[in-house]
C-alpha cells in the first residue's frame, strides 16, 4: 500500500515538473538592461526561455508613458518592437508576459541614451 501511494506521489510530481519550466524567464533584451546608448534604438528586442505572449510592453521616460503593444495575440520565444523616435534621456522598459502554463510574469529593462 504504502509503495502505492510513494508510485502516485511520484508521478504527479514527474508530471507537474514541467509546469516550473514553463514560466518563460527573459533571457536577453536589446537594448540590454542597464545600457548607455549613443543613438536610439530603433526596436526593443526581447527574447525569452520558453514561448510565451507578450501582453503588454510600454515606455517610460520621467513621467510620459509611451505604450508600445498590448497583447498581440501570438506565442513566441523572441518579440521585436518597433520604437518611435526617442530623445536623450534614462528610459524604462516594462513588459507583461502570459506562459504557456497560464502564469502571469513581468519585468522591465532601463535604458539610457546619452545623444553623443
Not at 56 to 78: C, F, H, R, Y
Request: glycine letters at 6%.
Amino acid at each position: 500500500m504504502i509503495q502505492r501511494i510513494l508510485i502516485v506521489i511520484a508521478t504527479f510530481c514527474l508530471m507537474n515538473s514541467g509546469q516550473v519550466h514553463a514560466h518563460a524567464m527573459l533571457e536577453r533584451s536589446s537594448p540590454a538592461n542597464n545600457a548607455v546608448l549613443s543613438a536610439a534604438p530603433r526596436t526593443i528586442d526581447l527574447s525569452f526561455g520558453h514561448p510565451t505572449k507578450l501582453v503588454m510592453l510600454k515606455l517610460l521616460k520621467d513621467q510620459e508613458v509611451i505604450p508600445l503593444l498590448t497583447d498581440n495575440g501570438q506565442s513566441a520565444k523572441t518579440f521585436s518592437v518597433a520604437l518611435p523616435a526617442l530623445t536623450s534621456g534614462k528610459y524604462l522598459a516594462t513588459w507583461s508576459t502570459l506562459s504557456g502554463d497560464g502564469h502571469a510574469m513581468k519585468g522591465s529593462i532601463t535604458f539610457t541614451i546619452t545623444g553623443k
